[in-house]
């Protein structure tokens, strides 16, 4: 008897596992693709026919079907009768192995802008105030600023900084300018060094409203201290990216 089971359950369990495999192909397939795209190395940012692709990569045209359906369940690319598959959400690269500002980062791909949402001294909560090496309590400026590259939402970011640097910023053009610029010139030297952690996560409904992001989408984490070129730390944010408008890059070297 459990060896007829086994037979009778042969033929299902072989067809699920040709369906699993050929689900982790289109992943596969699906993230050369996206790697094409976000690289701008698309002509004219068509893709090539069905059968082209499948040829390229050795895949069937289910497969590369269900590649383009992730693709497109992205919104990275859609189907325009009698043009093709085209790519409709592009991507700007934010360096992960340099210290810089936005705007500094995006410059050749459009103008940076600030919304100012929230500029004033608070008293620092206490991982702030231990974060930035300041007593309980102690004050600090907190800004929050809307960021928009060519008027799209780009980024949340919440900042906080040691009076003694964010004073001179209450008066300062944060619209136009880099924070990162402008603590350089109140501290009189450069920035040396930043800790980053960047994970996903959901937006909560004030983030999601602000960015122009569906509620609950998932958004690009970006925690940074960065300290001066002394050492002494200067700036904490919370920077939430639109994960549909941002991909981040770096070169790593090995080190043993």
């Known amino acids: 008897m459990p060896a007829e ?13 040709r369906r699993r495999l050929r689900a982790d192909r289109a992943r596969q397939l699906a993230d050369l693709l996206r790697h ?16 082209m692709i499948a040829a390229e990569y050795g895949a069937s045209r289910n497969t590369v079907r269900q590649a383009l359906d992730l693709l497109r369940a992205e919104q990275l690319v859609e189907r325009q009768p009698g043009v ?6 592009r991507k700007y690269p934010h360096a992960l192995d340099r210290l810089m500002g936005l705007a500094e980062t995006l410059h050749a791909h459009g103008r940076v802008t600030n919304e100012v949402r929230t500029i004033s001294p608070v008293a620092a909560p206490a991982p702030v105030a231990d974060r930035l090496r300041l007593p309980p309590g102690a004050e600090v400026l907190y800004v929050e600023r809307l960021r928009r590259l060519d008027g799209l939402p780009l980024s949340l970011d919440l900042t906080y900084i040691p009076m003694d640097i964010g004073l ?18 109140t501290a009189q030297q450069p920035l040396g060094t930043a800790e980053v952690t960047l994970e996903a996560v959901n937006a909560d409904a004030h983030s999601a409203a602000v960015l122009q992001a569906p509620r609950g989408t998932a958004v690009l984490m970006l925690e940074r201290l960065t300290h001066l070129a002394d050492g002494c730390p200067v700036d904490l944010e919370f920077i939430r990216f ?7 890059r770096g070169l790593l070297r090995r080190t043993l």
Do not use: K, S
């Open 5 to 17: 089971r086994t037979r009778q359950h042969a033929g299902p369990v072989a067809a699920a596992r």
């Open 36 to 51: 094409q795209i976000l690289g701008g190395r698309l002509p004219g940012g068509v893709l090539p026919h069905e059968d």
């Open 84 to 89: 093709g598959t085209v790519v409709v959400c």
């Open 168 to 185: 001179p910023l209450l008066d300062a053009d944060l619209e136009n300018n880099d924070i990162f610029r402008l603590i350089e010139e």
């Open 242 to 248: 639109r994960g549909d408008r941002i991909t981040m």
